[in-house]
């Protein structure tokens, strides 16, 4: 099993959950988070000041998916998140050593 993360940018969300969901993938935790890589943020006009936004506002998406799906769901990623432009995300994929639903005790693939 493994953990897939993606930061993306936020107006992508919907554009990559629906691809996910036609790949089969429904199970995923969102959050709102704020950060920079190479974009390295910007700067902002307000009431005739300048300043700096460091950190730029993303989606963090998190599902855990079997090892044989982690290529289809990484490349409809990609391809749903993707606008050409710098700031489009990152995607992490890690290993997960156990799951267990609470509700009824199903551990690993049964727990997905």
Known sequence: MKRVEAIIKPFKLEDVKDALAEIGIEG???????????QKGHSEL???????????????????????????????????????????????????EQIIRIRTGETDTEAI
């Open 28 to 38: 995923m935790t969102v959050s709102e988070v704020k950060g920079y890589g190479r």
């Open 46 to 96: 307000y009431r005739g000041a300048e300043y700096v936004v460091d950190f730029l506002p993303k989606i963090k998406m998190e599902m855990i998916v079997d090892e044989k799906d982690v290529d289809q769901v990484t490349s409809t990623i990609v391809e749903a998140a993707r606008t050409g432009k710098i700031g489009d995300g990152k995607i992490f994929v890690s290993d997960i």
